[in-house]
C-alpha cells in the first residue's frame, strides 16, 4: 500500500517530499505474466470439464471412475482466476493464495497421472471391462475402445502441459513471496513559489 508523508520547510519555498511503500517483490510474480497464464490454466480446465462429461457414459475402464475430469477441471479453473485476479490486485495474501492453490492442483495433477497412466496402459494391452452390450459389436467396441483410450492419453497430455505452467507460476509466487522486506522510496519534489 501507498503510504505517503508531506512535509514542508524552508526558507525559499515549499518542498513535499512524499513516502511510498513499494511493493518490488511482488513485481517477481507479476512480471511471469500470471494473467496471460491463468487465461491458458482455465481454458485446459474448462476443456477438461467438457471432455469429461461424453466420458461419464461409457461403460469401460476411464477416468470418471474417480470423477477426475470434474475435480482437476474445477481445480484448473480455480486456479486460472486466482491467477488473473492477482495480476490485476497484487498483494502478498493473493500471492501466497495462489502457490497454494497451485500446489494443491499439482498434488491433483499427480494424483491424476497415476490414475490416467493406469488407464491408458490397460486399454493399450487390450484388458477391457466389457459391458454385455458392447460384446455383440466386436467393431463398435474397438472403435470406443480407441476412442476412450486417444482421450485418456490426450487428457494425460494436457495435464502434463498444465503442470509445467503451474510448477512456473509457484517458482514466482515462491521468489515474490521470498523476500519479505518492504522497500521504501522517498521523492522529494519542490514545489513552486506562489
Same mark, same amino acid.
Given at each position: 500500500?501507498?503510504?505517503?508523508?508531506?512535509?514542508?520547510?524552508?526558507?525559499?519555498?515549499?518542498?513535499?517530499?512524499?513516502?511510498?511503500?513499494?511493493?518490488?517483490?511482488?513485481?517477481?510474480?507479476?512480471?511471469?505474466?500470471?494473467?496471460?497464464?491463468?487465461?491458458?490454466?482455465?481454458?485446459?480446465?474448462?476443456?477438461?470439464?467438457?471432455?469429461?462429461?461424453?466420458?461419464?457414459?461409457?461403460?469401460?475402464?476411464?477416468?470418471?471412475?474417480?470423477?477426475?475430469?470434474?475435480?482437476?477441471?474445477?481445480?484448473?479453473?480455480?486456479?486460472?482466476?486466482?491467477?488473473?485476479?492477482?495480476?490485476?490486485?497484487?498483494?502478498?495474501?493473493?500471492?501466497?493464495?495462489?502457490?497454494?492453490?497451485?500446489?494443491?492442483?499439482?498434488?491433483?495433477?499427480?494424483?491424476?497421472?497415476?490414475?490416467?497412466?493406469?488407464?491408458?496402459?490397460?486399454?493399450?494391452?487390450?484388458?477391457?471391462?466389457?459391458?454385455? *452390450?458392447?460384446?455383440?459389436?466386436?467393431? #463398435?467396441? $474397438?472403435?470406443?475402445? =480407441? +476412442?476412450?483410450? %486417444?482421450?485418456?492419453?490426450?487428457?494425460?497430455?494436457?495435464?502434463?502441459?498444465? *503442470?509445467?505452467?503451474?510448477?512456473?507460476? #509457484?517458482? $514466482?509466487?515462491?521468489? =515474490? +513471496?521470498?523476500? %519479505?522486506?518492504?522497500?521504501?522510496?522517498?521523492?522529494?519534489?519542490?514545489?513552486?513559489?506562489?
Amino acid at each position: 500500500m501507498d503510504q505517503t508523508a508531506e512535509t514542508t520547510a524552508g526558507e525559499r519555498g515549499i518542498t513535499r517530499d512524499t513516502v511510498v511503500g513499494s511493493q518490488k517483490p511482488l513485481h517477481r510474480f507479476v512480471n511471469g505474466e500470471p494473467r496471460c497464464v491463468g487465461i491458458v490454466v482455465l481454458f485446459f480446465g474448462c476443456g477438461e470439464l467438457l471432455m469429461g462429461i461424453p466420458l461419464v457414459s461409457n461403460y469401460t475402464i476411464n477416468s470418471t471412475a474417480m470423477y477426475i475430469p470434474f475435480w482437476l477441471g474445477a481445480l484448473f479453473v480455480i486456479s486460472g482466476n486466482l491467477s488473473i485476479y492477482t495480476e490485476s490486485h497484487p498483494s502478498k495474501k493473493m500471492v501466497t493464495v495462489c502457490l497454494s492453490m497451485y500446489v494443491v492442483t499439482l498434488f491433483g495433477i499427480f494424483i491424476a497421472l497415476c490414475y490416467r497412466l493406469y488407464i491408458v496402459i490397460t486399454l493399450s494391452f487390450g484388458h477391457f471391462v466389457f459391458h454385455p *452390450s458392447y460384446e455383440r459389436n466386436w467393431i #463398435s467396441t $474397438r472403435s470406443l475402445h =480407441a +476412442l476412450i483410450h %486417444t482421450t485418456e492419453g490426450l487428457l494425460l497430455a494436457l495435464s502434463l502441459f498444465v *503442470s509445467v505452467l503451474l510448477l512456473f507460476l #509457484s517458482c $514466482r509466487a515462491r521468489a =515474490a +513471496l521470498k523476500s %519479505t522486506k518492504t522497500q521504501v522510496i522517498v521523492q522529494h519534489r519542490l514545489s513552486p513559489r506562489e
